[in-house]
T-cell receptor, first 113, second 111 residues
Framework: NAGVTQTPKFQVLKTGQSMTLQCAQDMNHNSMYWYRQDPGMGLRLIYYSASEGTTDKGEVPNGYNVSRLNKREFSLRLESAAPSQTSVYFC????????????FGPGTRLLVL | GESVGLHLPTLSVQEGDNSIINCAYSNSASDYFIWYKQESGKGPQFIIDIRSNMDKRQGQRVTVLLNKTVKHLSLQIAATQPGDSAVYFCAEKNNNNDMRFGAGTRLTVKP
């Protein structure tokens, strides 16, 4: 099993450009999450999905949209990137509801110029 | 301990020594805690968890201690090895089922 995979690994955008970060898990988990990690700070939840077809905002949702395409895949979209969105983005999944042990992907490093 | 600033707390230990990493959590209603290890350039990796009805749990070379009275969590690593060098952070699940993550402590193991 690959666990949680993310693409791309690294991306550079100009302010105003859009992009979609892809995430997939092969553990048959119901819940999936998107976090951002900034230097010296803990992971902050952007959006999560408790099941296919449902999504909910987390702590820092502004400037992002998500799609739970199917049980395996959960994508994060930046419609108009801003320098403040420069960060490392992690996707995670858990078997059940929020709060259970979450398993993380390797991350996407995003630089917005 | 944890930090909300730009610089993480650091712990430097000699190979073979025991390491103790601390975490202070904020919500007395939190009932589930996890320790993660994050190596440079990688995603967080689950190490060990503990529920609030326990005060100690042991894994392979790792022990987590929970003191609910002072809202303190610690991770002990026995016989620390160079491969243990990483950032370690704790996470707490509060009564809204939200998982909150600490910023972490950077562990450096000297050979």
């Amino acid at each position: 099993n690959a666990g949680v995979t993310q693409t791309p690994k690294f991306q550079v955008l100009k302010t105003g450009q859009s992009m979609t970060l892809q995430c997939a898990q092969d553990m048959n988990h119901n819940s999936m999450y998107w976090y951002r990690q900034d230097p010296g700070m803990g992971l902050r939840l952007i959006y999560y999905s408790a099941s296919e077809g449902t999504t909910d905002k987390g702590e820092v949702p502004n400037g992002y949209n998500v799609s739970r395409l199917n049980k395996r895949e959960f994508s994060l979209r930046l419609e108009s990137a801003a320098p403040s969105q420069t960060s490392v983005y992690f996707c995670a999944s858990s078997e059940g509801r929020r709060g259970e042990t979450q398993y993380f992907g390797p991350g996407t490093r995003l630089l917005v110029l | 301990g944890e930090s909300v600033g730009l610089h993480l707390p650091t712990l430097s230990v000699q190979e073979g020594d025991n390491s103790i990493i601390n975490c202070a959590y904020s919500n007395s209603a939190s009932d589930y805690f996890i320790w993660y290890k994050q190596e440079s350039g990688k995603g967080p990796q689950f190490i060990i968890d503990i529920r609030s009805n326990m005060d100690k749990r042991q894994g392979q070379r790792v022990t987590v201690l929970l003191n609910k009275t002072v809202k303190h969590l610690s991770l002990q690593i026995a016989a620390t090895q160079p491969g243990d060098s990483a950032v370690y952070f704790c996470a707490e699940k509060n009564n809204n089922n939200d998982m909150r993550f600490g910023a972490g402590t950077r562990l450096t193991v000297k050979p």
